[in-house]
């Protein structure tokens, strides 16, 4: 199997999301993933829920066995000086950190890339960014969502914002920044550079990067851009409609032939004609006739027959999943979406598979989240060179 970061070193020094994210999908094209964490609480993540129990009955964080996979677990103290200089000393032995501390905090660690060699690429990923008046401002994904627009985006146009299900920015983020570490990392080594570099990744940035024409629209026309719901001010019909059998059903057939083929899947030819929808600007126009003459016909309707008519004619259909049949779907089965994990804690656990792939075949399943420290042990020896005694008086004094 193909993997191109393969003798690559990743330290994951985040925690929570979005750092940790980043480090992970390094990890997951071949990159040596360590993770350090406080001796004593070890990451956020792995006290955040739903949880299961383990063998003798203690809660184990399925959050942890997802995004803490594919890793080694080392524990050092940061704010120790001791703790510190061990960092420093792995960073020499790595080409890449991630973390996603308030700004300032490595600083005040003495452990900043301006401490560090020069080798190093260090993603740095915040709220706000590294600069600015609002850099040292504290907050999580729902803010940075919130600050570039997209909460003002959904949600039903009668109802207040919403929060998306998920937060978009933290892994969004951690995303546009391993694309500019790999980026860094060629530079390093393929053009022969030798230096590594900082990359400042800011969570409301990479939603804003998404906003598609927002700005845009707003500086040459002064628009304002509302919330939609499920509908679209820009084209119809689109909606998620509602079936006979309680599900919804995903119809998008804005472009003229496509809704010629949906009024075929519906029996309803005449539609194709009628002036209210013949044409895409007056589809627009009358958008909430044809979501709603669409609906209507959705309702007497199972979801799968919508879908089976839907695809008879090549109109673009999905029905809404959630998630047990996601995991029960063929193509999803077919294409590896789904892997099965080797929980330390917990066993076999099936968790979303590496992605994207390559043209060889699918990435190696991960390993299994590690214990808080499982590797402590095994990289200060290997990789610092230190004896059992040495590592055991650190420990005695709470440096690791």
Known sequence: MRQPLAGIRVLDVGTRIAAPFCAGILGEQGAEVIKIEDPDRGDKTRVNGPFTTDDDNNAYSLYWSVEGRGRKSVTI???DPEGQELFRRLASESDVVCENFRPGTLERWNIDPSRLDPRLVTARISLYGQQGPKSLYNGF????????G???LTGHTDRPPARPGLPVSDYLTAVFAAQAVTSLLYERDAR????GGVVDAY?????LRIMEWTIAAYDQLGTVRQRTGNHSDQAAPLDNFASRDGRYVCIVAVRQEVFDALC???????????ERFSTPRARQRNRVAVNKTIAEWAAGQDAATIEERCLHHGVPVGVVYDVSDVVADDHVIAQGDVCTVDDPVIGPVR???????????????PAGAPRLGEHTDEVFSNLLGLSGTEIAALRDRNVV
């Open 150 to 152: 997209l909460t003002h």
């Open 351 to 365: 968790q979303q598979a590496p992605y994207p792939r390559f043209d060889d075949g699918r990435l190696p399943v």
């Open 203 to 207: 969570l409301y940035g990479s939603v």
């Open 264 to 274: 075929e899947a519906m029996n309803r030819p005449e539609l194709a004609t009628d």
């Open 192 to 195: 022969g550079t030798g230096i």
């Open 141 to 148: 994904d729902h803010n940075a969502v919130a600050f570039a």
């Open 77 to 79: 103290n940061l704010r």
